[in-house]
């Protein structure tokens, strides 16, 4: 969790702060984390607590947010925001961070000053190794209930892309794409990409010689 540094020895006693049960975590408690790189999520009460992530996280996800987000403006489709963001999804208080969303331009209303009031059209996970789990299971099951139309699982280690859309309440995965395959959206129409390109995170890509 958080820790302290005590430069001298306290004169009374020291207490260890209290930190709610799991279960017990609030908003109020959400906004008093630290603002120190991990990322802490709150679902149902429950605290989840990731890393900083990856340097090829962060390539991969500013990549498709990139491209994503110029693909929306330039057809007028709506807008593609990536984290730091905050979502507040139905039946939680406590916003989360997608990797990368989509809202259409007919439901712009739900994008208010601080946060997304509501569910996003497309939302996107990067995966990485400390918290893959995480990503698959728990926030996969809170898009789900939560009525996100599209959701995808972008695997930058195994340079796979899976997309998954909503039928009747549950995710059905639409294909796993990798190499020079073509992964498209549906609620971001017309937008797709060769999911080997995502993934080519050669040095000169980055840097000048």
Sequence with gaps: MVTKTVDAAPTAPFHRPRFPRQGDWTYEDWLNFPDDGWKYEIIDGVLYIAPPPAINHQRSSFKLARMMADYAENNNLGEVLEAPCGVRLPGQPVPIEPDIFFVKKERAGIIGNQYVEGAPDLAVEILSPSNAN???ETKFKLYQAAGVPE????DYEAKTIEIFNLAQGVYTLTGKYTGSDT???RQLPGFEVVVGT???FSKSQFYEE
């Design 134 to 136: 995480y990503d698959r």
């Design 151 to 154: 959701h995808w699982l972008v």
């Design 183 to 185: 992964a498209a959206s």
């Design 198 to 200: 995502l993934f080519n």
